[in-house]
């Protein structure tokens, strides 16, 4: 079956400094490519999404970068404060065919002041 | 704004028991999925449906069937509740082409199975 894989599963790091979170994933039909993050007690939102078409994009402190050949994307968050910790997931999707709907484990990042 | 409203927060059932989980959304989108979420294992897909009285299995179905009769209602049905069923459950939505939309979700229900 498909399979997705997300790393650091935790992270910690201090406030103002950069986090970065990787997606691993295999399959190839897979074009469209979104961050969640799960406050916690809260449901999990979008925070960014990038499609195939694109290899970059940006908006304010969080980014999202996208290697298709080697078929992984990455969330990047600089400047860290506090109200980023959270839990965050990757979900790659094809967007023809027999969706998959299969979401990474989730990465617990802990921002400390 | 998307809004996904499940009808409980927390719930507490017997083994054995029928249990129903309901999801409204007002957004008329096409898709609704049903997500079980338990520590370490992320997100994983139960079922979901693409439109009024069709359904796909995900990853977990056994143990659970779903029911749209409605487009905006979407319900999870836990057949004879047992206590490895204890977890939080999530709703979401999306539209038709929901490969490259995202998923919009409830605010979860935290079951236990006693």
């Known amino acids: 079956g498909e399979n997705v894989e997300q790393h650091p599963s935790t992270l910690s790091v201090q406030e103002g400094d950069s986090a970065v979170i990787k997606c691993t994933y295999s399959d190839s039909a897979s074009n469209y490519f979104p961050w969640y993050k799960q406050e916690l007690g809260k449901r999990p939102q979008l925070i960014i999404d990038?499609?195939?078409?694109?290899g970059e994009k940006k908006d304010q402190r969080i980014a999202v970068t996208l290697n298709k050949t080697a078929k992984h994307f990455s969330l990047h968050i600089t400047e860290t404060q506090p109200e980023d910790s959270a839990v965050y997931f990757c979900a790659p999707t094809r967007t023809s065919g027999t969706y998959k709907y299969i979401f990474g484990t989730g990465t617990r990042l802990k921002v400390l002041a | 704004d998307v809004k996904v409203t499940q009808s409980s927060r927390y719930l507490v059932k017997r083994t054995g028991e029928k249990v129903f989980l309901e999801c409204v959304q007002d957004?008329?989108?096409?898709?609704m999925f049903w997500y079980r979420q338990d520590p370490g294992l992320g997100l994983r897909l139960i079922y979901f449906?693409?439109?009024?009285?069709?359904?796909e299995k995900g990853d977990i179905p056994e143990g659970y069937s779903v029911s749209r009769e409605k487009k905006e209602r979407f319900s999870l049905i836990l057949e004879s509740a047992s206590t490895n069923q204890t977890s939080m459950y999530l709703c979401a939505s999306n539209p038709l082409s929901g490969g490259n939309q995202p998923q919009h979700f409830g605010d979860g229900t935290r079951l236990s199975i006693l």
């Open positions: 990038i499609r195939s078409n694109v």
């Open positions: 449906s693409y439109d009024v009285k069709m359904k």
């Open positions: 957004m008329d989108h096409e898709n």
